[in-house]
């Protein structure tokens, strides 16, 4: 009953999508208030609808309701409640309605908090909202029912992958969901702008928040979805240029060059239409995303259950978004008006070259990860692509990218001082010398890489430094005054500097694992003892015990170093009779400047275990990166001026905006 | 000329999702070979050896018995998933195995098979991965079927599973083997 009041819902959803796609955007053609006054409303409504189904597939997980076929194929009655509630987007149907669930809550929020937009604006975003809506939901309805029934219900479910059993893969999915789906926003601006045929300074100062927030969400999911690969799937790595992981990543590049032009557009009115090609190119990688992983085009270590029918309808609505609002572009936005001028040498020079270089970036990315296909397309030759062509690709195109993140925030807007601003950089260029310095101290035999790595991030690190100490005359004046000065600053400044930083520390970690890495792999019996980086793993006994819904070898390794104990670690060999699979559980003794990593393989009491070991330096300092960057992007959030809701109300905006805003 | 400027990104675009659509509306699947490389004489090129104490592989190494031919690489993770099973097909001796490392500087390749162990008979260094091309390796690791001629007879794409090796790898050998007596 529960299941069919949720496929009800969401057939309701679909219903109220659709009068939220066509009234407003004819009602703001129209002129008419009421017309468009109908958008907030519908958004509520379809944001509720959509809830009481997630709710009611929820409901199915949590109690086991395995006459849902959907609960029956991945979820287990002995399953912790945890990974029973993340199974429920943990398969292809129940992740389409967490996707769409997190769309409706993103123009729920429009409707909410957007009292101060124009209202022929706010309804036009909410119509294009509706369209994603309208797309999405049908897709789900007739493709991929999450309610279906399975009569008669079997005693037991399938279980989820025992892979995504985990607590980091748990949250992982929603995040990358608020951030890919909160690209969605700047979408729906976007081309609504493009309908309106205006783009201007209180536009940029909407968009900038939820692209911010899109942007600090995707951060924080592609960093859990990285931390889980490293610790669960036990090959000790941490990123693999897998398409997978590539479909998240452009979005990231092309959502941080898409933050950064906005600027331009609210400070200076210019870059107008690069900006709204952005904004549209970043939510097509978005949907690109959904569409590879579900498609089966691509072979990947994880994607969903592919299905070719499910992935040409997503392709179609892809196509359907995206060479629509393409159209809309070619034909409204040479008639923009060009906005300010500048010299290259500017604030908005060294921004346009930051999106030149994230495109450029972006696209190498695409190439990378699509050129087997399009090659195989064309040609019918197979290639392939890995990790070499993306090191050799990609780095050098990030490289001048951080330089500039030094330089770019001491230039001044219109007309910057470069040989002023490097003058001021004296502090980055010290601390850049000084890390390779030390770098090259630390090396018994000389190698460049590593140098050359934490010179950049030093550089990066002094030049974020420099640039907020200066803002707050640190040492120039009385410590209280810079305090005060400091508390005066704008968030979205502390933001930066923060979001920054934490690429320099994010940079150090890549760095120095990439190179510094070591590992061991051995066949030891109880009693042996493995050696690594001035470590003694010494392997003490195997243990064999049961969790919930599966079985479990535990080896117990104790580490010493110089004879003194420091830590055992209990890595195991998980067995999950229900999906007849194994997992490896790492067990990691992390410090703050390496990990200690641990994983067994198969083996018995006879002929030993296999016991890999790594050494992974600074690793740590890939996620304290990612960390900071998301805490920057948090602060700037929390700025007075992108407040939702918060920016002042525009003067002439028409006396309709208070109608509309009271009700 | 400014107005073509701005339809660039469509015709673009529309050029991406017309070869997004190609491969699903020829029902192809990625994890197949295409069918012109099956039964075709695997590529004719001498492949360096990557340890000294090994021979590489050549045309006529490929003939006159039944082969698996395994790509691999270091910095692969997959590799190292299959590798166990690898292992244990080089013991059991049912069929050859024969390597070909691809695209991996040679000092870690030895380091890792000294780690792991060496499952092959053969071992061909691909350093800049034509081998790869020729054989329409789409990603390591792959592992083929050769027959006794040295024709490409199945393709398999990722890690091999055990499953894949008994219900699949082995009775194509089998086969192989009887047909040609």
Known sequence: MIAELGHYALALALCVAVVQSTVPLYGAARGDDILMSLARPAASAQFLAILVAFGALTHGYVTSDFSILNVAQNSHSLKPMLYKVSGVWGNHEGSMVLWVLILALFGFAVAAFGNNLPPSLRARVLSVQGMIGVGFLGFILLTSNPFERLIPAPLDGRDLNPLLQDPGLAFHPPMLYLGY???????????????????????????????????????????????????????????????????????????????HSAIVVEKRDALKSWTILLAIITFGLSLMGTFLVRSGVLTSVHAFAVDPERGLVILALLTIAIG??????????????????????????????????????????????????????????????????????????????????????????????????????????????????????????????PIVGFAFAGWLAGGSITEWAERIALFRVPLATSLARAGGLPRSAHGMTLAHLGLAIFICGAVAD?????????????????????????????????????????????????????????????????????????????????????????????????????????VPWIWAGCLVMVIGGLVSLSDRRLRVGAPKRRTNAPSAAQVAGAD | MSRLLYLLPLILFLGAAGYFAAPILQGKDPSTLPSAMIDKPAPARDLPALIASKPGIDPASLAGDVRLVNFFASWCGPCRVEHPLLMEIAESNA?????????????????????????????????????????????????????????????????????????????IVERLREANG
């Open chain 1, 324 to 449: 629509g609002a393409l159209i809309l572009f070619a034909i409204r936005a040479p008639s923009m008006k060009l906005g300010g001028m500048f010299q290259p040498i500017s604030r908005e020079g060294g921004l346009v070259m930051n999106n030149l270089l994230l495109s450029v970036a972006t696209a190498t990315v695409f190439i990378g990860t699509l050129y087997p296909l399009f090659l195989d397309a064309t040609t019918g030759e197979k290639v392939s692509v890995g990790p070499p062509f993306f090191n050799a690709a990609f780095v050098p195109v990030m490289m001048p990218l951080v330089l500039l993140v030094a330089v770019g925030p001491m230039l001044a807007w219109k007309r910057g001082d470069l040989p002023g601003a490097m003058a001021r950089l004296w502090t980055a260029a010290i601390l850049s010398i000084a890390a390779a310095g030390f770098v090259w101290s630390q090396q018994n035999d000389v190698a460049f890489g």
């Open chain 1, 181 to 259: 789906v909160g690209f969605s926003m700047a979408f729906s601006f976007a081309v609504a702008a493009l309908i309106e045929g205006r783009v201007d300074p209180a536009w940029a100062r909407w968009v900038r928040p939820w692209t911010l927030a899109a942007w600090t969400s995707l951060t924080g999911g592609i960093a859990l979805g990285s931390w889980w690969a490293y610790y669960e799937l036990g090959w000790g790595g941490w990123w693999y240029w897998d398409p997978v992981e590539n479909a998240s990543f452009m979005p990231w590049l092309a959502g941080t060059a898409l933050l």
């Open chain 1, 514 to 618: 990439s190179f510094w890495r070591q590992e061991v792999v051995v066949n030891a019996k109880p009693g042996e003892t493995v050696s690594i980086a001035g470590f003694d793993l010494t392997l003490d006994k195997i243990e064999r015990t049961r969790g919930p819904n599966y079985q479990t070898e535990t080896a117990h390794l104790s580490v010493s170093r110089d004879g003194a104990p420091v830590t055992t670690l209990r890595p195991e060999r998980r067995f999950y009779p229900v999906q007849q699979m194994p997992t490896t559980e790492a067990a990691i003794h992390s410090t703050f400047l390496a990990d200690l990593y641990a994983a067994i393989g198969e083996g018995g009491d006879r002929q030993g275990w296999t016991v890999r070991v790594w050494h992974n330096p600074l």
């Open chain 2, 95 to 171: 069929v050859p195995l024969y390597g070909i490392n691809y695209k991996d500087a040679p000092g870690a390749a030895v380091n890792w098979l000294a780690q792991l162990g060496d499952p092959f008979q053969r071992i061909g260094r691909d350093g800049d991965g034509r081998a790869a091309i020729e054989w329409g390796v789409y990603g390591v690791p792959e592992t083929y079927v050769v027959d006794k001629a040295g024709r490409i007879q199945y393709r398999h794409v990722g890690p091999l599973s055990r499953e894949d090796y008994q219900e699949v790898i082995l009775p």
